[in-house]
């Protein structure tokens, strides 16, 4: 038996990167998870690899009405979901700050920081009625910790994430609901030329590995080792981390 066994899982943005890697690691540990992304055809697609214990949900984590649909689609599925990993985000390009408009301002913090907003109004109350508390992971970045030029309003959505984390993590602790914050460096992911502002070439790149002093992206595995963990039983008195997986970048 894996280490998740019995338990229920939503992930969003899973059809993709860090979110693909958590949910393969969740299903191999035992878990049944929910597959939720904006992209159906991306989603049914990893599902379909996961098998009988995963589940595709096309969810716009921007929209509340999406994702209290999603939620219950988790319930009627596979029951009241012990973990929520808020894993969807987005970002705008590297440029300077007043280049970037007011819609792809109101996207970055619709999706990044809105979207807790809407799993915390669907997902608490059915935990709190379950009465055996859970775990809420939200995905941050090391942008909230240690910003890099160019990327203003993102830094400053995932600075709402981390610190966000932290407050939901004290009020919901009577539940004993645990919130947890996994603030990944940059990663091999389709949005790393928007981080990087650039084409990535190996010059480019080399340019960005140079500032994490173990010398290279975080990788889905990464993460992945990183949320199972905080989902086990050894985490169970860990709430309210900011927990940097970085490679040393915000050291």
Not at 86 to 95: E, I, L, P
Not at 222 to 239: H, N, R, S
Not at 245 to 251: K, N, V
Request: aromatic share 4%; charged share 20%.
């Amino acid at each position: 038996m894996g280490q998740l066994a019995g338990k229920v899982a939503i992930i969003t943005g899973a059809g993709s990167g860090f979110g693909t890697g958590m949910a393969e690691a969740y299903v191999r540990e035992g878990a049944k998870v929910i597959v939720a992304d904006i992209n159906a055809e991306a989603g049914e697609r990893v599902a379909k690899s996961l098998g009988a214990n995963a589940k595709a949900v096309a969810t716009d984590v921007a929209n509340g009405a999406s994702v209290q649909a999603m939620v219950q689609a988790c319930v009627d599925s596979f029951g009241v979901p012990d973990i929520v990993i808020n894993n969807a985000g987005t970002t705008h390009r590297n440029q300077p700050m007043l280049q970037v408009d007011e819609q792809t301002f109101d996207r970055v913090f619709n999706v990044n920081v809105k979207s807790i907003y809407h799993m915390a109004h669907a997902v608490v109350p059915v935990m709190r009625a379950r009465g055996k508390g859970g775990l809420i992971i939200n995905v941050g970045s090391t942008a909230g910790i240690r910003p890099r030029p160019g990327l203003c309003w993102y830094n400053s959505s995932k600075g709402a994430v981390n610190l966000l984390s932290k407050a939901m993590a004290v009020e919901l602790a009577p539940d004993k609901i645990r919130v947890n914050a996994l603030c990944p460096v940059m990663g091999a992911t389709a949005l790393l030329e928007d981080f990087m502002g650039m084409p990535d070439t190996p010059e480019n790149r080399a340019r960005f590995l140079s500032t994490i002093p173990l010398g290279r992206l975080c990788e889905p595995k990464d993460m992945a080792a990183a949320a199972v963990f905080l989902a086990t039983d050894a985490a169970e008195f860990l709430t309210g981390l900011e927990m940097p997986i970085d490679g040393g970048r915000t050291i």
